[in-house]
């Protein structure tokens, strides 16, 4: 059992300050990594860190976990938290969450497969040519930032 669900155990449903890590993955063609979800929403990468673990080793795993790739450093690129943040999952548990967005252009193995669970495809797409249903928080980071 996880950091959050033995969380759950004991406060059941009340708001929880959870911290998160997202990575953008880009490749030597300067095309991001995005992983459609199981809502059938596109994204990066990424997760809620577990106890002890440092922003980098979360990152590192769950893109590791999620699409099947091996990264090497990474680069701060924001930080998004507030109001704004506050999600009800559909089984009422509710969380504010912080979420610290890394990006690497460093992919050191692995081979690019979905895991099946939380994510049913994995694609490389160019920057301008981004797929119609991506988590809009995510499109306005890459046009931003233009993911470093």
């Given at each position: 059992?996880?950091?959050i669900e033995e969380l759950r155990e004991i406060v059941g449903h009340?708001?929880?300050?959870?911290?998160?890590?997202?990575?953008?993955?880009?490749?030597?063609?300067?095309?991001?990594?995005?992983?459609?979800?199981?809502?059938?929403?596109?994204?990066?990468?990424?997760?809620?860190?577990?106890?002890g673990e440092s922003v980098e080793e979360t990152g590192r795993r769950?893109?590791?976990?999620?699409?099947?790739?091996?990264?090497?450093?990474?680069?701060?690129?924001?930080?998004?938290?507030?109001?704004?943040?506050?999600?009800?999952?559909?089984?009422?548990?509710?969380?504010?969450?912080?979420?610290?967005?890394?990006?690497?252009?460093?992919?050191?193995?692995?081979?690019?497969?979905a895991d099946g669970i939380e994510t049913t495809k994995v694609e490389?797409?160019?920057?301008?040519?981004?797929?119609?249903?991506?988590?809009?928080?995510?499109?306005?980071?890459?046009?931003?930032?233009?993911?470093?």
């Amino acid at each position: 059992m996880g950091y959050i669900e033995e969380l759950r155990e004991i406060v059941g449903h009340r708001p929880l300050l959870l911290t998160g890590v997202g990575v953008g993955v880009l490749n030597d063609k300067g095309e991001i990594l995005l992983q459609r979800k199981i809502d059938g929403r596109w994204g990066i990468p990424g997760g809620f860190m577990e106890l002890g673990e440092s922003v980098e080793e979360t990152g590192r795993r769950e893109v590791f976990e999620e699409t099947g790739l091996q990264i090497g450093k990474t680069e701060l690129v924001t930080v998004i938290s507030g109001e704004h943040t506050y999600s009800v999952l559909p089984n009422g548990d509710a969380y504010y969450s912080v979420s610290i967005i890394l990006v690497t252009k460093e992919i050191i193995g692995g081979e690019l497969k979905a895991d099946g669970i939380e994510t049913t495809k994995v694609e490389f797409f160019p920057i301008n040519f981004l797929p119609e249903s991506l988590n809009p928080l995510i499109r306005n980071l890459i046009h931003k930032y233009a993911i470093k």
